[in-house]
């Protein structure tokens, strides 16, 4: 007669290098050096909070810990230690991580179940730096968690083989987080409560493209700046919507012409959801109404693909300040049309009103904002920025900031 292996309720770390194979091929022996210490801290790191490494393959480490809060502490312990090592001439080192909670079956000190198998699948979605939790996870942690962190929800997410979807969460440092996060979270018992807001962290890029060797380019070089942290990757519109919704990076470079959902067509979900998140749009040539209806979707700038690495950083930079950046060719193809118009009066001349509303728009203030500074309801604000618009025969707000600018009007 069969006996049935012990099972017991455990929480499972999982954590590999974003990227190893690159690290591999560039870097040869100084990889390998890089390699064996990222699994020497993660070993240190789960024992000194009571777990155990059950598994080393490759560039996967894998642990089991007793309690679910002790997994979280490790992670974001072992994700700061990762993020401060000197990695020689590897540069940067950056590990994914997922934690899930389930039964398991123990046999001979391995573990079987489906808890292993949905936290690689949720491994498999987590970008560099980032620590994902299971709902699993997330109910025996029961409120807690370590102080100076936070969970961000990033609700239901389809994870590869599974028929479920699966709530997932984010461990974030308050360092890292807005501050709404923050003042939402404090009910957590563990929860340290001297917040500090993205602005004293890095610029957190997301990079949108479907030409791999553009992202690599791209990451490549935003890697080497201070203020950078490239913390994703898409290769189309619909994932470049999912990878926004999952990582919330602070600006994204978004390629217009991709397949699946175009960049355009991405720019406007993405700002639908997360008006906070900039956008700077990228493509490989200048069409005028390519350049106003990515303008017009939410983009804060308008970068060509043969734009020199010093101002793509510095249309980052530009967005991520609340500043429009547009190349020098698309400010010369707008300043000429407008030019084109200039000497022509519009049919219908511009009230009193609309030349106020006219000059707040060349200041980049949003209706709500207009309303407010000339003491009028949003809807009016609208109507007039309409009726600018029609008047003067333009096709977005930034063209009708140029105008502004172009008559003195600012």
Known sequence: ??????????????????????LAENHGVDARVALT?????????????????FERIGDGAYAAFPHALDAVIAADELQGRIATEDWGAVGRVRIRIAIVSGEVED???RFFGVALFRAARLQDLAGGGET????????????????????????????RDVPTP??????????????????LSLDFEEQGTD???????????????????VRRGLRGFLELIKDFDVVGEAENGREGVAAADRLAPDVVLMDLLMPEMGGLEAIAAIKEAHPEIEIVAVTSFIEEEKVTSALEAGASGYLLKDAEADEVAQAIRAAYNGEVHLDPAVSRLLAQRLRQRKDAEPVEPLTGREKEVLAQLAKGASN??????????????????????????LASRTQAALYAVEHKLV
Do not use: W
């Open 1 to 22: 007669m069969s006996v049935e292996p012990p099972s017991q309720h455990l929480t499972f770390l999982f954590a590999d290098v974003e990227g190893s194979t690159r």
């Open 107 to 109: 046999r001979d000190e």
């Open 37 to 53: 210490r990222y699994h020497e801290l993660a070993a240190t790191t789960c024992e000194r909070h009571g777990g155990r490494i």
């Open 132 to 159: 994902l939790l299971g709902a699993s996870a997330v109910d025996d942690l029961q409120g807690r968690l370590p102080a100076g962190t936070i969970l961000r929800d990033l609700g239901e997410q389809r994870l």
């Open 166 to 183: 699966e709530r997932v969460y984010a461990l974030v440092h308050t360092s890292r987080a807005r501050s709404s996060e923050v003042a």
């Open 368 to 393: 709500k904002e207009i309303a407010y500074e000339l003491g009028i309801t949003e809807r009016t604000a609208r109507t007039h920025v309409s009726n600018i618009l029609g008047k003067l025969a």
């Open 195 to 213: 917040a500090v807001t993205d602005e004293d962290g890095p610029i957190r890029v997301l990079l949108v493209d479907d030409h791999a060797v």
